[in-house]
Each structure stands twice: as structure tokens, then as C-alpha cells.
């Protein structure tokens, strides 16, 4: 990640009059700082950008946000998002929501958003736990969890957020953690580039229902030994002394020790990888909590825009048949005339 | 003034040598397999009756699967027409003439038949098999069933094949062209043009020559054993009906709606955008529309009906004429979003085609039940206005004005229509372009008010004064970036705002803003002198069965006055004073009173429902029926 120059005094333009009411502490203030940081940088204008949500404590994002913004309906924000992005090309439309939200409620528009790669960059804020509600467990949530609706333990089975994105043949597929601003912005910064449907994990910290959750892997004192930082065209490597990498054994991605006799096989990342199956297998490594876990872009490739194509048949049509003509559209049947 | 015995009487006129017997009208039911293909016949049949100048209605009637067993009472597929020389308002209560393609249809049909109908038969699939899949237990055409009617016993099949036998078809593929066997006989029965078919023929199976040559020939075979047998007498003619001057078009609903969308884009002077998920019997307007992307129409074939909806209310947001189109397990699933749309204040036309319900109901078939849930639908107080089509050619306006209101009032609006409405098919005068009322509304460019420190800033919820509508301001425009959501807005600057005072104006300027509307929409016509003792008030598309049955009582000498109402929310403003003094208001409703408990309630007035719900629209001898009975007590 390159470095990041912020400057505090520009981030007042992106930042809106409302006040933020996350509870202290909540990871998502990280999330606002990050995007407001970034957009101090971005060559981009207010009035072209929007941030449409659904319902959770990540949904309030867009009245912190000075851009245009709408807090819609729980899990509905990516399909709202595809009626204004494909409409609107010129805007810059953002998605914001959290693991209930996009992929127990809404999961079906983001799946669907993802494999039509209309032009969002969608944020997934995955705290695995529902906040709003006060604490059930959510679709993310590790088997056995004890919450309020599951005092004997969860029994589901949880989604792999990165692995699901790249079922759905996402064309952009990213992780990153509310602890690391300058990581966040060069993300966002990413996917906001990425022309077409993106979607960014961000392991989040719910402080009051779910806190400390990620501490295992993205705490200062552990980030070393259990962040696999993913770069394009390099060896898949980590650890403090890059002791550890990532190899791929029948299409499975396995972490092992690096000593001689591997060194040579380490997965060589590829984000432009058109198949998604490498996506896929290096989402998977995040079996659990307590597993080292890739960050960075999983996958970057270039497929057409949906709305571009969209566009483009408008363009096609009008070519072929002329501007379109009511009078002559209402006569376009068979027709007689009654004197 | 349809279908009533004194005006089924033959004329008979002398030509050189030709003897032609005039109608005043007939009624022409076609029943076959689903696969026989007599949607397309009948269809074909009304477009060359619209071009020959009859006025007409259409009620096709068909199953909700796609091929049901075949020969099975099941799979029976129908299309009635009624043609005229007057005009007419329904496609007739009881058939003059059933052509029945296989035992299944005639036994499923044949108690439509006026006593002394005609029947015309596909000889050739009246074998066992088929009469045992039909349920016959002897042969019909034998044992006397009917003894009531003209029979006309054809071998369309076997005809058919001989007069595609050169073609090289394969036999199986040949059987098919049987629909235009029988359509080319019927067309010389009843003199219709020959030449918009053939051409017709050749443009919708062009991609395949083999296919139109075989149609071609038994269309032509059809019409010349009309003309070579005995057994039809001579042709029947159905004059011209005298219509308006103009120029026309035969037009379903469905049609008429999409056509609708497309001016009303115009005459708004924004992109259109259409959000929508299959469904029957909606789905033709999402295919229709999706043919004109040279008008900048954007149709979006969601993943469900909330995707949809959902769709459209974001395209709303920035700035096109947004609609969703679907029936009602469809509305049932939107509702959400409406509660949205009325929540953040942004046009929306939702269209919803009615059909039987609950559930998957009755998906083929017409109802009108959705209107309590395009009334109330909704949690909270979330109120939105209701326009109903109440033909297939009003279809058009009603989307104009659906969408005109919806963008003055910054408002999801429903519109209903119906199954009936949407396949049936009657002549269309058609309006210029240019006629078409102006219903393009302002964005907001700058700011409305100032902050405390005196600085410019965008009020997205300061309303218009008189329609109370908050400004437009879509994403894009510099300086009126705002927040929106679902949450409740404080009043004027649309923050966020649990405030109960707050709620409570916002919940009262919501309903104030609906309300007012009624000032805004026509006052409701009665047709008739307007003090009647009696007065029928209908809505959507019983318009036509309420017209042929009040006419008849009129006949009788009955006093009776027809309200027909196209805003069911707001009512117009003079309905209270129309419905006052009368001794009988009856509501016909293809539900079991929803129109009338609305009325109940606003004006207290004791509308007596009558009722409807078999999937099929009224016919004006039984509604003609019911109203004198209403009248008796």
C-alpha cells in the first residue's frame, strides 16, 4: 500500500452536519474517517457522489456523508443503487451495509448486483453480529455463538463473504479491517476505480454486542503472524520473518511453512485472474476467527458495465431505428382511417 | 345494446348474384388445444374486423399452464370476439357461432352457446382417444347434445394436410397450420378481409418460409371450402360501425399501457425506466416496452418483484419516470417499498394488472380485488393516490395521468388494471402526439432557504405551497446534496427526527397532500340525467359490461344514471353530491364489494355491492340481471 498523505483540514467538505450517533468505541467511525480521508483525495465532486444503504447501525453512513445519499430499506440498498447506477452512469453510487443487512435480508440483490457487475462499490461492514436489534447472531456469525435468539449456541453455518462474492463471479472482491485507515483508503480507493460492480469486506468491531471479535487476527501485537497481505503478481507470503506462505493443492489454498523444498511452489497472486475460482479459494482461508486471513484485492478484473451495455442498446436501438416517435410509434399496428 | 335478441335477426339483401346476409353483430367464440394456437386465431380475426371498420371487444380466455395434457378439458385455450356495426362495450354474453378444435373444447364450451348457435367442428379429432380425454362417454355429435344448435361438421385436419401436402412440411409440423384452416373459414363466413392476413402470415413466420407457405395454404383451403361447400349458405356481413373521424387502431391493454410508459416519457420529457419481474398478466407490458430503447426507455428485468420496485425508486432518485409493472402477489411484495416512496416523497407509477387472488389465484384470469391493498397495503398511514383504466385503449391516458400525478406530487401512485383489460382488444382513435397535455415538472437547481448563519442551503422537504409537494432535487446538482431515508423527517429540513409533534404534522401533511389531489382530477361524469333514482357507480373495467346494461334498462324505461370513477384515491370532489339522493346506488365490482365499503365509509351512503369473482368479467345480461333485482327490493 502506498502511503497516504491526510489532511484533516479537507475532510470538513465531505463531512455532513449531522451528528454521528454510533456508540463510542463502534468500529465504524474508522469506516467514515477512512471514506471521508479518501474522498479529500478523489477527483470527484459531492454532487456526483451518493451513498444509498439499507437498514443496521452501518446504514446511517450516508448522514455523515456532505455527498447525496438515501437510507432505504433493510437488505434492499443494492437494488435501489442498480435503478439509480444504471440510469445514471455519470454518479459515483456507493453501498453501504452491514453482514445482516447484504447477506441475510438482502442477500439475494447482492449476489445478483455482483454477478450483473452494475457499476457499485459496495461496502460490507462485517461485524458478524446484528447491532440495531441488540445482539442476535448474523449470517457471518461462527457456529455455536451465544447470543439472545441462540442461548444454546447458533447452529448455522456461516457465510464466507469473499467466497460467496466470488460465486457470484464479482469482478471486484477486496477485504480490509476498521484498525487500519491507510489499508481501508487504498481499498476503497481501489474499488472505487474499479469500473463495475465491487465489493469490500470490512471486518468491523461491534464494541458493545461482539467486541473484540477479529482481535485474534487484526490486533497490532498478531497482524504479523495471521494478516496475509495479498499483492498482485507476488508470492502469497507472511508472518514476521515471511516464514509462512500459501500454496494451492487441488484448487485448495492451504497455509504452510515455507522451507526450501516449497519455496517454489507459493501461489503467485493473480487478481486478473478471469477465473474466480482463485478468489474463491483464497476467500476460504478464513475458515474462522483464529485462522490467518488474506487482505487486500482478492480480484480485479475488467467485464463490461452493465450499464454500460445497458447504454450502449439504447444507443444501438436509436441507431437502427431512428429517434424514437410517438406519432409514429401509436401507428406502428395495422391501422384505417374513418372519414 | 349488444346481444339481444331482437337485433340478432338476418337481413337479407339482393346483390347481382350473390345473396350476402347482413348482422348487426355476431360473437365469435375459438376454443382448441393450448397448442392449437387460438389466441393467435382469434386475434387475427379481430385485427381483420378492426380493419374492415367494426367497432369490437375481445375476451381471450385462456389456462395458466402453457400446455396442459393435450385434449384435456385442462388445456382448453379460448378467444371469444364480438364484432358490430354499432358500438358496443362488451365482448358479448353468449356466442353466436363456437368453432371447437377438439371434443375437450366443445364440451368446455358449448353451454356458452346461445340456443340455435352454430358449431363448427374439427371432424377429424373426434376420435375415441379424444372423446375419452374429454370425458365424453358417447360421441356428441351422435347422441343428440346438439340437437340445439347448427352443427357444421368439418375435417380440418385431414383437409389441411392435403392442401399442404406438396409443401414437403412433415405431417406433424403441416397438422399445426389447422388454426388457419379454420381461420381462413370463418374469415369467408363472415366476409373478412383476405390480404391483411396473408401479409400478416408472412411477417410474423417470415424466419421460416416453409412455415408461412403452409399457413398460407391452409388459410386458403379454409376460405375456399367456405365458398365451394354447401353447407354455409352465403356470406355474412358486419358493416362498418359509424365511428368518430379519425384514424384507428385495434389495441390490447397491455399495449395501450406500454404505449402509455413511452408518452408519457415524452410528454414528462424524462427517461423512462421500467423495473419489473415476470409476471402473469403483466409481463407483456416489460416485453413490449424492452422493444423501444430508441425512445431511451431503460426496462430492467430484476431478480423479484422488491428488486423491481426497488429498481425503479432508485432511478426515481435520480431523475427518471420510474414505474414498476406487475399483478398482485407482486403489489403484496412491493409494499415496503411503497411505504419508501411515500416516506421519501419521490415519483414512482406503480401498474398493477389485477388478476384472481389470493395467492397465486388465478393467474389467466381477470379479478379486481387489489384495491383495498392498493388503498391500505401498506403499515402506517401511508397514503398514495389510485388511478383505474377502465378499457383497453384508456389504458394510455391512464398511465399519462398516473405519472402526471406522480411527478407534481412527488408521489408513488397506483394504477389499476386488469387481466381483462390488458388482453382484450378494442379500436383505438388515435390522439396526435401533439395533443398530449405538457406534464413535465421543474428539479430544484438551488437552494430554497438559508441556514442560521444566513448561508444558502437545500430544504428538500419545504413544500409547494399549493400541492404541498417538496422539491426534486436529484444527485448531480451542485449545492443540494441532501439526505434521504425511511426514517421520519423533520418538517422543512428533512433530518432525521423521532420528535413526536414532528411525526404527527408529517403523518397529517402526507394526508393533506393526497387529499388535495381531488381539486387537481376531473369531476366524475355521470352518464344519464344526473338525478336518477337509481345510480350505478363502477370502476375500472366494468365500464363496458355497467354501459350494455344500463342502456337495456334504459330501453325498458328504467331511470337509472352510471358514474364510473378513474381516481379511487382521492375520490373527485363532486362524488359526495352525485351520490346524494338517490334511492339505489349499486357498485358492480369484480370483488366482493371493496368500492362500496370506500363509499360506506367516506359518505355514508348504502351502496349494495354486486358482486363478481369467477375470473370473468360481467356480462351486461347478468348485470342487467342482478341490477333489476337490486331494484325490486
Redesign the interface.
Known amino acids: 500500500m502506498t502511503d497516504v498523505q491526510l489532511d484533516p483540514s479537507k475532510r470538513g467538505h465531505w463531512t455532513?452536519d449531522?451528528e454521528v450517533r454510533w456508540c463510542p468505541g463502534c468500529g465504524d467511525y474508522g469506516i467514515l474517517a477512512a471514506m471521508q480521508f479518501l474522498h479529500t483525495e478523489l477527483d470527484t465532486?459531492?454532487?456526483?457522489t451518493?451513498f444509498?444503504s439499507g437498514?443496521g447501525c452501518a446504514a446511517r453512513f450516508?448522514?455523515y456523508m456532505?455527498?447525496?445519499?438515501?437510507?432505504?430499506?433493510h437488505g434492499?440498498a443494492p437494488?435501489?443503487?442498480?435503478?439509480?447506477?444504471?440510469?445514471?452512469p455519470?454518479?459515483n453510487v456507493w453501498v453501504v451495509g452491514g453482514d445482516g443487512d447484504m447477506l441475510s435480508i438482502g442477500g439475494?440483490?447482492l449476489i445478483?448486483a455482483l454477478r450483473r457487475n452494475v457499476d457499485l462499490t459496495i461496502l460490507l461492514f462485517n461485524n458478524q453480529i446484528y447491532g440495531l436489534t441488540k445482539g442476535q447472531y448474523s449470517p457471518t456469525s461462527e457456529v455455536g455463538k451465544i447470543t439472545k435468539s441462540t442461548p444454546m449456541g447458533s447452529i448455522d453455518q456461516p457465510f464466507n463473504p469473499v467466497a460467496l462474492a466470488a460465486g457470484a463471479n464479482a469482478s471486484f472482491i477486496a477485504r480490509t479491517h476498521d484498525l487500519d485507515r491507510k489499508h481501508m483508503i487504498e481499498v476503497f480507493r481501489r474499488a472505487h476505480q474499479h469500473r463495475g460492480a465491487a465489493l469490500v469486506e470490512i471486518y468491523q468491531n461491534c464494541n458493545v454486542f461482539n467486541d473484540g471479535a477479529y482481535d485474534a487476527i487484526t490486533k497490532r501485537d498478531v497482524r504479523d503472524s495471521m494478516m496475509i497481505n495479498l499483492v498482485h503478481g507476488e508470492q502469497i507470503r507472511f508472518g514476521p520473518e515471511n516464514e509462512r506462505g500459501v500454496v494451492l493443492r487441488n484448487g485448495v489454498a492451504e497455509v504452510v511453512d515455507v522451507d526450501e523444498s516449497n519455496e517454489a511452489d507459493l501461489l503467485i497472486h493473480d487478481e486478473k485472474n478471469h477465473d474466480p475460482a482463485l478468489a474463491f479459494a483464497l476467500g476460504m482461508l478464513a475458515k474462522d476467527n483464529n485462522s490467518p486471513t488474506p487482505f487486500g484485492v482478492f480480484r480485479d478484473v475488467k467485464v463490461p458495465d452493465y450499464g454500460d451495455v445497458?447504454n450502449d442498446?439504447?444507443l444501438?436501438?436509436?441507431e437502427?431505428?431512428?429517434?424514437?416517435d410517438?406519432?409514429k410509434?401509436?401507428?406502428s399496428?395495422?391501422?384505417?382511417?374513418?372519414? | 345494446m349488444d346481444c339481444e335478441p331482437a337485433k340478432r335477426g338476418v337481413h337479407v339483401t339482393d346483390t347481382a348474384d350473390r345473396v350476402d346476409q347482413a348482422l348487426d353483430h355476431v360473437v365469435i367464440r375459438f376454443a382448441g388445444d393450448s397448442g392449437d394456437g387460438m389466441q393467435l386465431t382469434g386475434d387475427r380475426f379481430t385485427s381483420a374486423s378492426a380493419l374492415a371498420g367494426n367497432d369490437l371487444a375481445t375476451l381471450p380466455d385462456f389456462p395458466a399452464e402453457i400446455r396442459a395434457p393435450q385434449g384435456t378439458l385442462a388445456g382448453v385455450s379460448a378467444f371469444q370476439v364480438h364484432i358490430s356495426n354499432h358500438d358496443i362495450h362488451t365482448p358479448g354474453d353468449a356466442p353466436d357461432v363456437l368453432v371447437a378444435m377438439n371434443p375437450a373444447a366443445l364440451k368446455s364450451e358449448i353451454d356458452r352457446l346461445r340456443s340455435g348457435g352454430t358449431v363448427i367442428l374439427n371432424d377429424d379429432a373426434f376420435d375415441e382417444r379424444n372423446l375419452e380425454k374429454a370425458g365424453y362417454t358417447s360421441d356428441p355429435r351422435e347422441n343428440g347434445d346438439l340437437a340445439d344448435f347448427v352443427v357444421h361438421r368439418v375435417a380440418m385436419t385431414k383437409m389441411t394436410l392435403e392442401a399442404t401436402a406438396d409443401l414437403g412440411v412433415r405431417k406433424r409440423d403441416a397438422e399445426r397450420s389447422k388454426n388457419f384452416f379454420a381461420l381462413g373459414l370463418v374469415s369467408w363466413m363472415y366476409s373478412r378481409p383476405v390480404e391483411p392476413t396473408l401479409e400478416w402470415v408472412k411477417a410474423k413466420f417470415g424466419k421460416n418460409p416453409m412455415v408461412v407457405e403452409a399457413n398460407i395454404a391452409a388459410f386458403k383451403a379454409g376460405h375456399a371450402f367456405g365458398e365451394t361447400a354447401e353447407m354455409f349458405g352465403s356470406p355474412y356481413k358486419v358493416a362498418a360501425a359509424p365511428q368518430k373521424p379519425g384514424e384507428y387502431t385495434n389495441i390490447t391493454g397491455n399495449t395501450a399501457t406500454s404505449w402509455g410508459m413511452i408518452a408519457a416519457g415524452q410528454l414528462a420529457k424524462l427517461p423512462v425506466f421500467l423495473g419489473s419481474y415476470p409476471i402473469t398478466p403483466a409481463s407483456d407490458i416489460l416485453h413490449e416496452l424492452s422493444r423501444h430503447k430508441n425512445f431511451g426507455v431503460r426496462t430492467f428485468q430484476a431478480e423479484d418483484e422488491i428488486a423491481g420496485v426497488g429498481a425503479a425508486l432508485g432511478a426515481a432518485y435520480g431523475g427518471s419516470l420510474a414505474f414498476t409493472t406487475t399483478s398482485g402477489p407482486g403489489v403484496a411484495l412491493k409494499g415496503e417499498t411503497l411505504g419508501l416512496a411515500v416516506s421519501v416523497e419521490l415519483p414512482l407509477v406503480i401498474i398493477d394488472v389485477q388478476r384472481g387472488g389470493p395467492s397465486t389465484g388465478l393467474p389467466t384470469k381477470t379479478e379486481a380485488s387489489d384495491l383495498m391493498m392498493a388503498m391500505y397495503g401498506r403499515h402506517g398511514e401511508a397514503p398514495l393516490p389510485i388511478v383505474a383504466a377502465s378499457t383497453p385503449a384508456e389504458c394510455f391516458n391512464a398511465v399519462i395521468e398516473a405519472s402526471r400525478l406522480a411527478l407534481k406530487y412527488r408521489t408513488p401512485v397506483i394504477l389499476l388494471t386488469d387481466g381483462y383489460l390488458a388482453n382484450g382488444a378494442e379500436p383505438w382513435l388515435l390522439p396526435d402526439a401533439d395533443s398530449l397535455p405538457d406534464i413535465s415538472v421543474p428539479f430544484a437547481l438551488e437552494a430554497n432557504g438559508t441556514d442560521e448563519n444566513g448561508a444558502p442551503v437545500f430544504l428538500p422537504y419545504a413544500r409547494d405551497e399549493e400541492t404541498l409537494a417538496r422539491p426534486w432535487g436529484v444527485p448531480g446538482t451542485p449545492g443540494l446534496e441532501h439526505r434521504l431515508g425511511g426514517l421520519e423527517k423533520h418538517d422543512v429540513t428533512g433530518n432525521v427526527s423521532y420528535d413526536s409533534a414532528n411525526h404527527s404534522r408529517m403523518t397529517d401533511l402526507r394526508e393533506a397532500k393526497i387529499k388535495g389531489i381531488a381539486n387537481d382530477i376531473p369531476p366524475v361524469e355521470v352518464d344519464g340525467q344526473g338525478e336518477a333514482p337509481v345510480l350505478v357507480v363502477g370502476w375500472g373495467s366494468t365500464r363496458g359490461s355497467i354501459t350494455a346494461a344500463v342502456e337495456r334498462l334504459r330501453q325498458d324505461g328504467v331511470d337509472i344514471d352510471h358514474a364510473h370513477l378513474s381516481h379511487l384515491n382521492p375520490f373527485p370532489a363532486n362524488l359526495g353530491e352525485v351520490l346524494g339522493g338517490r334511492k339505489h346506488v349499486f357498485v358492480p365490482e369484480l370483488n366482493l364489494g371493496q368500492l362500496s365499503r370506500l363509499l360506506r365509509a367516506e359518505y355514508l351512503v348504502d351502496a349494495k355491492t354486486i358482486s363478481k369473482v369467477t375470473g370473468l368479467p360481467f356480462t351486461g345480461g347478468e348485470l342487467e340481471t342482478a341490477l333489476r333485482e337490486g331494484m325490486a327490493q
Open positions: 455532513s449531522q465532486k459531492r454532487e456526483d451518493v444509498i437498514i450516508p448522514y456532505s455527498t447525496y445519499g438515501m437510507h432505504t430499506i434492499r437494488a435501489i443503487a442498480t435503478g439509480l447506477a444504471i440510469s445514471r455519470d454518479l439475494n440483490h445478483h445497458m442498446q439504447l444501438k436501438a436509436n437502427s431505428n431512428g429517434p424514437g410517438l406519432d410509434l401509436l401507428r399496428g395495422a391501422t384505417w382511417t374513418v372519414s
